[in-house]
């Protein structure tokens, strides 16, 4: 009897250390568990999360496939509505038509003739010279030896040359019988040592047959920018 009390204290004390252990072992587990909520409560509503959820989000839209194309419509250079159009045999036009492009920012395109003029050629004392033969027929389209023309995306076009017998060289009609003009608007301008443009306009735009040709204007030799300007602010 005496040898069971014994053995009934020992299996309490067994029990009683066993809770003892379980309890322990609890707390343990509960405080681990905080500590990781802790840490973990920064990561998801802090700063740090913040700064590493940008590059993810940027990830979506690669970064790489948004830049070259902004990259790509800044670098692209609008191309140009106005281009300037001249024959000169010696000079003076190119000129006015360099400044003319200029003030307007505009494209420059000259008229070279396949078979250039020599100085006999625009001898106009000359009954026999080319130019005289040539402006003698109003059929005579003499060829352009320069590179053919793009009209693409230009809706203004200023045609100079210089005035020869009173009208405009034949190969200005070569060159405004080879485009089409549709939906452009044409600018005769010419220089000459005294004629006025005369009728050389309406035979331009009777020649092309199309585009929407302003009345023309003459300039002298050394034409002031201050003129051109004037003139090219009263046609807007
Ligand atoms: C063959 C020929 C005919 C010309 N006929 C005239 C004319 O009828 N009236 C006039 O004022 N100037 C006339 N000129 C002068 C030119 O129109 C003038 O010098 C013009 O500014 C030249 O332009 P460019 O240097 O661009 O060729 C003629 C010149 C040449 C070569």
């Known amino acids: 009897m ?15 250390l066993l809770l003892v252990l379980s309890a322990c072992g609890g707390t343990e587990t509960a405080s681990t568990e905080k500590t990781r909520q802790t840490t973990a409560a920064p990561i998801q509503g802090g700063a740090e999360e913040q700064t590493e959820a940008q590059p993810d989000s940027q990830a979506a839209v690669p970064a790489s496939a ?5 990259s ?17 045999a ?9 400044q003319i492009a200029a003030i307007t920012d505009a494209d420059l395109y000259e008229i070279k003739a396949a078979e250039e003029y020599t100085d006999a050629d625009l001898d106009w004392h000359d009954s026999s010279s080319r130019t005289t033969i040539e402006q003698n027929d109003k059929n005579a389209r003499p060829e352009i030896g ?31 019988e080879s485009y089409d003009f549709d939906g452009m608007t044409l600018i005769p301008f010419c220089t000459s040592s005294s004629s006025g443009i005369g009728r050389s306009g309406q035979n331009l735009a009777e020649n092309a047959g199309s585009g ?3 009345e023309g204007k003459r300039f002298g030799a050394g034409a002031s920018e201050d003129a051109l300007r004037e003139w090219i602010e009263a046609l807007n």
Do not use: M
Not at 66 to 70: D, L, R, Y
Not at 73 to 85: I, N
Not at 152 to 176: A, K, M
């Open 2 to 16: 005496y040898k069971n009390r014994n053995k009934r204290i020992l299996i309490c004390l067994v029990l009683v």
């Open 66 to 70: 948004q830049a070259p194309a902004e």
């Open 72 to 88: 790509t419509q800044a670098a692209a250079p609008a191309g140009k509505d106005t281009l300037v159009v001249y024959f000169s």
């Open 146 to 176: 320069s590179e053919a023309l793009s009209l693409e995306g230009y809706s203004t076009v200023y045609v100079g040359y210089p005035i020869w017998w009173g009208e405009e060289p034949r190969i200005l009609d070569t060159f405004v």
């Open 212 to 214: 929407n040709w302003l």
């Open 90 to 98: 010696t000079g003076t036009t190119k000129a006015v038509a360099q």
